[in-house]
Each structure stands twice: as C-alpha cells, then as structure tokens.
C-alpha cells in the first residue's frame, strides 16, 4: 500500500482546488509565493538531495510579524517543519490513508540554533485569533491521500515580548469538515510527532527527524545534544517516545507523503558542509 509521492515542482502541479475538481488547480498569484528555480534555490536544493519538495514552500514561511502581529516581508528566515498525526494509545498512525486528521506545523526563526539550545514551546496562548482562517485549496499531495479540507491557525512567540523569536502557521487537514471546528491544539502533544526537518536561511538542511527510520535522524550543528520542547529527537534518556510498528520502520515505500532523505545518509551529510565525527 503506497502513496504517491509529492510531485516534482516542474510538473507545475502543487496544488489543487478542491472545490473543482474539474479545473487546472493552478494556485492565484495572491496565494502563492514565486519559488526561484535556479541552481542554489530551496527547491533545487531538495531535488538534488532526491529529496523532492518534501516539505512545501508556505507562504507565511517568507513573512515575520511584528509586535503589534502585523506581518511584515522584509526579512530571510531559517525554518522548522513539523508533521503529527493521531497517537492512538501510544502507537502513531502509520498509514495517513487511515488517519482521520494530519497536521503540518511550520515555523520561521531568525535563529535556528538558538531555537534548538533554548528548546522550541509553543501552545494555544501563541495563537493569533484574528489571522484563523479555513483554506480554500488544498496542496495535491494531500488531495490525492483523501484530505479534502484544511483549517490554518497562525501563532507568534508571547514569550519574549515584543521581540518574537518565531512564528508559525499550523495546518490541519481533516477528511471531515466537521472536524475542524472541533479540533483542539491543546489535544496535541510532540507524542503525535511523526516527521520533522529544520533549514537555515540559506535553505540548507540542518536537522532531521523520522519515526519510521531511527538511523536517518541528524542534527548537524549540535548532534546528540538533548532538544527541549516540540522538538522530537534527541531526547533525554528515559525521556517517553511514541511507539511506531516495526513494519513501518521497515517499509520501502512511506506510510506517509513525501520521501526520505537518501539512502547514503554519511555522502549527503558531508555534502551539506557538515564534519562527521
């Protein structure tokens, strides 16, 4: 049982109306960001790792709020993504065709590394109520795995003040609509972690987590330093880890969208600039 992949950017099919199904699915310029497709760009760079698109551009990534919550585009980011699904007493879904609800957390910092010493923590106080919204499309690769709606939240860092350290929008997708008004963030918890990746501003891949295969899990500028917070790997020892079932640990195909990173883990490490001890 495989799922399709997320299509190749230069197929020009990222995203789908749902609404019509009958149309093209191309995306308004108004709801989408120009990806530059040059030799150095975030979506090369994942095609050349053979990694695909795996974590979708979004359009808040490119934004920053200021104080007063108002969204400004003057400045580059470094980036978080980070995908959960249901935890059923302790065992995440592994096949997001049978799962009721994903998620997709993507948040924007100024400072990667400062976010992995200090710990990533968020909650519902973060959110910004006034920027909730239900989306009218949703991303084909999601469309294609059953989802046919999706609710957006956007939050900021409350902790520090009027300097933020990050925001993010959180990205519900659900089979039913009656779903997403229903649907808590205080019923989520980083034990619904499936799937996280962080990039530096230049679009260079930094960290890497998957559930389903332990070996392919990387932090390139702090290895085994144990991470705080929404950050799923490395924990303390003893620290509590959602149990996946072994067949999809050793499944070729994922359970979920997206592929992993490539097979020769050590060559694409040291290809990203990083010393391996």
């Given at each position: 049982m495989t799922l399709?992949?997320?299509?190749?950017?230069?197929?020009?099919?990222?995203?789908?109306?749902?609404?019509?199904?009958?149309?093209?699915?191309?995306?308004?310029?108004?709801?989408s960001l120009p990806i530059e497709d040059s030799e150095g760009s975030r979506e090369a760079h994942n095609r050349d790792l053979g990694c695909g698109p795996r974590w979708p551009e979004n359009k808040v990534i490119q934004h920053i709020f200021d104080g007063k919550g108002n969204?400004?585009?003057d400045k580059e980011?470094?980036?978080?993504?980070?995908?959960m699904v249901p935890n059923l007493n302790g065992r995440l879904v592994d096949d997001c065709r049978e799962a009721a609800w994903m998620v997709d957390l993507l948040v924007g910092c100024a400072d990667i590394a400062r976010l992995m010493r200090e710990g990533f923590f968020w909650s519902a106080a973060d959110v910004l109520p006034e920027q909730g919204?239900?989306?009218?499309?949703?991303?084909?690769?999601?469309?294609?795995?059953?989802?046919?709606?999706?609710r957006v939240w956007i939050l900021m860092d409350r902790s520090h003040g009027d300097a933020?350290?990050?925001?993010?929008?959180?990205?519900?997708?659900?089979?039913?609509?009656?779903?997403?008004?229903?649907?808590?963030?205080?019923?989520?918890?980083?034990?619904?972690?499936?799937?996280?990746?962080?990039?530096?501003?230049?679009?260079d891949v930094v960290y890497n987590y998957d559930c389903r295969s332990p070996g392919r899990n990387?932090?390139?500028?702090?290895?085994?330093?144990?991470?705080?917070?929404?950050?799923?790997?490395?924990?303390?020892?003893?620290?509590c880890v959602a149990e996946v079932p072994q067949h999809a640990r050793d499944a070729d195909e994922l359970a979920f969208p997206g592929p992993p990173l490539p097979v020769d883990h050590d060559e694409t490490v040291k290809s990203w600039g990083c010393v391996i001890l």
């Open positions: 399709k992949r997320y299509p190749d950017p230069s197929e020009g099919k990222n995203r789908r109306d749902t609404n019509d199904e009958a149309e093209s699915g191309k995306v308004p310029a108004e709801n969204i400004r585009s980011l470094g980036s978080l993504s980070i995908r919204r239900i989306a009218k499309r949703l991303p084909a690769e999601w469309a294609d795995s059953g989802f046919r709606h999706c933020p350290q990050w925001f993010a929008s959180l990205e519900l997708f659900a089979r039913s609509f009656e779903l997403l008004p229903r649907f808590r963030l205080q019923d989520l918890s980083p034990q619904n972690i499936c799937e996280a990746v962080a990039w530096v501003p230049s679009g990387c932090n390139c500028i702090y290895d085994g330093m144990p991470l705080q917070g929404w950050w799923p790997w490395p924990k303390d020892e003893g620290a």
